[in-house]
């Protein structure tokens, strides 16, 4: 089994920073394009940032110079710096993957999600 666990959320002060991980494991080839997603109550999943193996990013327009996202390939961990966090980023965060893996070739793998809470 792919699995995909999270850390690092919780409750943060307007204009603070919290640091989110996610580490993929199970019978892992490869892993293309790692990243974060998010859901507010009563919005849609929206992307936050992605990276792919090369180091390539991509993020969202609304977080764009407050957040960033890193990648270990050999640890398949990426990790998101969110810092000057806002009340709007308050959200169920999501961990994202797109690998091979013995049991599945190609797929599309999520972790559970972590609360991030922005309030004062």
């Known amino acids: 089994q792919v699995q995909l666990v999270e850390s690092g959320g919780g409750l943060v002060q307007p204009g603070g920073s919290l640091r989110l991980s996610c580490t993929a494991s199970?019978?892992?080839?490869?892993?293309?394009?790692m990243g974060w997603y998010r859901q507010a109550p009563g919005e849609q999943r929206e992307l936050v940032a992605t990276?792919?193996?090369?180091?390539?990013?991509n993020f969202a327009d609304s977080v764009k110079g407050r957040f960033d996202i890193s990648r270990d390939n050999a640890k398949n961990t990426v990790n998101l710096q969110m810092n000057s966090l806002e009340p709007e980023d308050s959200a169920v965060y999501s961990c994202?993957?797109?690998?091979?893996?013995?049991?599945?070739?190609?797929?599309?793998?999520w972790g559970q999600g972590t609360q991030v809470t922005v309030s004062s």
């Open positions: 199970g019978s892992i080839f490869s892993i293309t394009t």
């Open positions: 994202y993957a797109h690998l091979y893996s013995e049991y599945a070739s190609w797929g599309d793998y």
């Open positions: 990276i792919t193996n090369g180091g390539g990013t």
